[in-house]
């Protein structure tokens, strides 16, 4: 087949990018530079009407298809080998109703443009926190975050999508449309539909924040983590923490001696007055001897964007995920074991604490499955693209042992964690039986023919023929 060009993609109006295009080896490349596939062509949509022509030109063709929206998923799922990317990078406008407070986001937005529009009027709603993480990714998995415990999770948020169907059809879902398909998209993933836009509801939080990192040494873990496992118990729902053990990242704020020394940090955010949030962490900075406090009054976009630079695109990735139930003291000594058995400076292990108002959505109002849990945690190998295999293979190693370690402790696994030797027993454990067997169903009315299988994916329940 010869490379097709723009004016063989009916309806399209955006960019069709083919092999030797300029921009092809930047267009194909995601955020983990592990990923290395060569699609036949990228169709860099510029619109809904867009989507669903390249929805339209890939069936008419049997093509494979992907679906990129931030290009962040750890597996690489945004980009395939030989078949059509339909690529959302260009749709990143958001535009705020500060009445309704709603904001419209077009599927390929990043958090970053979302905070930024929703920050101008004070308000926000619960994302990612890399700023260039992808709205679409994030918000079809779950959607986890500082504003999490109190404003729900990204899909508890989520009131309307318009969305291009397997079909090349464009469909609205909310609470009074296409509802079976508005349950699926909040936490099936990408397996319904594509999602031009999403509508949020949004809440008024900052713009400043009381926020940051306390680091301790890595010889502390313990104590701290039992500290900080009472601390938590009795959090109010404004309070978001994660605790990341590896090394201090290299950034500017931090004393260079103090690099890439093995630490395990809180960071927090308080979703309430600046002064509240002072009262709020004040026993948690005061705990032991904190080797560096960054906590302070800070704006909401920063603190979203204060560790973009510790996951850059293009450096090499391996995540493992599980959810914890209790933070017992078994749980805390397999952590405290296994945190710091990397080779590399830059792996680490994030722990999202999870509970308040996420945890008290009801159950099967959304496809999302992990309410229950205590902590989401992500274990989380990264090394340099000049380093060779052996790295690659003491990472990945400490990864596996890692989650070995605590698998009699997991209850479940966040589907927005799993990587590409996760299998499909992984992503059911994502959802649990009944969960998944529902999400079949839905599938197998919106893409029987499981066109839309780049993704963590969910069979059809009935198999086209
Ligand atoms: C640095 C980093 C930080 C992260 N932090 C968080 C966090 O704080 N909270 C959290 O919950 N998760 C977090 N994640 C995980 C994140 O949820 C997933 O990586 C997610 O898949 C990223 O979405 P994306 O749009 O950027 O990814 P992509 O790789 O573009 O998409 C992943 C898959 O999602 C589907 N998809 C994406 N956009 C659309 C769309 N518009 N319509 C239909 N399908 C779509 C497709 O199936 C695609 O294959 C983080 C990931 C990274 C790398």
């Known amino acids: 087949m010869s490379a097709p060009t723009t004016t063989q993609i009916p309806g399209f109006r955006g960019d069709v990018i ?11 490349a995601v955020w983990n530079g592990t990923v290395d596939r060569r699609p036949r062509l990228i169709a860099r949509c510029s619109g809904t009407a867009d989507v669903a022509a390249a929805v339209r030109f890939a069936r008419d063709r049997d093509l494979e298809i992907a679906v990129r929206g931030g290009g ?6 945004a980009v395939c080998d030989g078949g059509i990317v339909i690529d959302l990078s ?9 009445v309704e407070r709603t904001a419209l986001v077009q599927g ?36 986890i975050g500082w504003l999490m415990r109190k404003h729900g999770l990204t899909v508890d948020n989520l009131v309307q999508a318009e969305v291009v169907t397997a079909e090349g059809e464009i469909v609205g879902a909310s609470a009074s449309d296409h509802q079976d398909l508005f349950w ?57 923490n994660v605790v990341r053990l590896g090394t201090i990242p290299p950034l500017p704020v931090v004393d260079e001696d103090l690099h890439f020394r093995p630490a395990i940090a809180v960071a927090s955010c308080y979703a309430g007055p600046v002064e509240d949030g002072e009262r709020a962490l004040r026993a948690l ?30 450096w090499h990735y391996y995540w493992k995920g599980t959810n914890l139930n209790r933070l017992s003291d078994e749980v805390i000594d397999i952590v405290a074991a296994h945190a710091y058995d990397a080779s590399s ?4 292990a994030a722990m999202f604490h999870m509970g308040g108002a996420l945890s008290r959505a009801p159950r099967d109002a959304t496809a999302y499955s992990g309410r229950d849990v205590d902590h989401d945690m992500s274990i989380d190998a990264v090394w340099l693209p000049q380093q060779d295999d052996t790295v690659r293979a003491s990472e990945t190693a400490w990864a596996r042992a890692f989650l070995d370690a605590l698998q009699p402790h997991s209850a479940g696994v966040y589907v927005n964690f799993l990587d590409s030797d996760d299998d499909a027993s992984r992503v059911r454990e994502a959802y649990g039986d009944d969960t998944y067997r529902r999400l079949a169903e839905v599938k197998a009315k919106y893409d029987p023919e ?5 993704n963590k994916n969910i069979q059809p329940s009935t198999p086209a023929q």
């Open 72 to 77: 962040h998923n750890v597996a690489g799922t």
């Open 108 to 143: 390929g937005a990043l958090w970053g443009d979302v905070d930024h529009e929703t920050q101008a009027h004070g308000l926000a709603t619960t994302g990612g926190i890399v700023s260039h993480t992808g709205v679409g990714g994030v918000s079809l998995g779950g959607g």
């Open 18 to 28: 083919v092999p030797d295009h300029h921009d092809y080896d930047d267009a194909r």
């Open 90 to 98: 260009a749709m990143r406008a958001v535009s705020v109703d500060p």
């Open 345 to 348: 400076p830059r792996s680490y």
């Open 450 to 454: 499981n066109v839309l299988h780049n």
């Open 184 to 240: 699926a998209l909040r936490g099936g993933g990408g397996n319904f539909g594509i999602v031009s836009s999403f509508r949020f509801a949004l809440h008024p939080v900052g713009p400043t924040v009381m926020a940051g990192p306390v680091f301790w040494a890595a010889e502390d873990t313990t104590d701290v983590l039992r500290f900080y496992r009472a601390f938590v118990a009795d959090a109010p729902d404004e309070l978001g």
């Open 285 to 314: 900075r005061q705990f032991g001897t904190p080797l560096v406090d960054l906590v302070g009054p800070t704006l909401y976009v920063d603190h979203q964007s204060g560790i973009d630079d510790t996951v850059p695109h293009g």
